[in-house]
């Protein structure tokens, strides 16, 4: 059953509780290293864009290896790296898909350091419930931009 919120055609909120399990599920697999489950989060032609200027991966294995080659940045830094999603905001689309806008913050930590928060992101997804699922058919990742007080 979907209601009407502003003029927008909501979700379940079984679906809502839904999706926010399979997002705490997929971050996890993310910030463990284990890219082939994350890219299992994704329909088998999907698409992640998460870096600016760098166009998307396409297809599972592809997402798989943007991620190793993205993460090697990391393999002489014992940063530990959580995605932290909130404000999750989920309209039904016309041809069944659901579109999801989601706040998101990467929090970063070393041995003995404080958290850094950074960047901060928006995430656009077109979900797909089939099968298998609830799965990915697209994400695109944009990240704020920072802001620089006039007096600095």
């Known amino acids: 059953m979907t209601t009407t919120t502003a003029g927008r055609s909501a979700v379940s909120s079984d679906l809502y509780l839904r999706v926010q399990h399979f997002y705490a599920h997929q971050m996890q697999h993310l910030d463990s290293g284990r890219f082939e489950e994350y890219a299992a989060t994704f329909t088998e032609d999907g698409e992640f864009q998460h870096s600016p200027g760098a166009g998307p991966a396409r297809t599972r294995a592809g997402i798989v290896r943007e991620l190793v080659e993205f993460h090697k940045r990391f393999e002489d830094d014992p940063v530990q ?23 998101a ?46 007096f600095s």
Do not use: M
């Open 81 to 103: 790296r959580r995605h932290w999603f909130n404000h999750i905001a989920l309209e039904l689309q016309e041809d069944g898909t659901v579109s999801s806008t989601a706040y």
């Open 105 to 150: 913050l990467v929090v970063s930590v070393r041995p003995g350091g404080k958290p850094d928060i950074a960047p901060s992101c928006v995430v656009h997804d077109t979900i797909v419930d089939g099968p298998e699922g609830i799965r990915l058919k697209s994400r695109r990742v944009t990240h704020d931009q920072h802001f620089q007080p006039p």
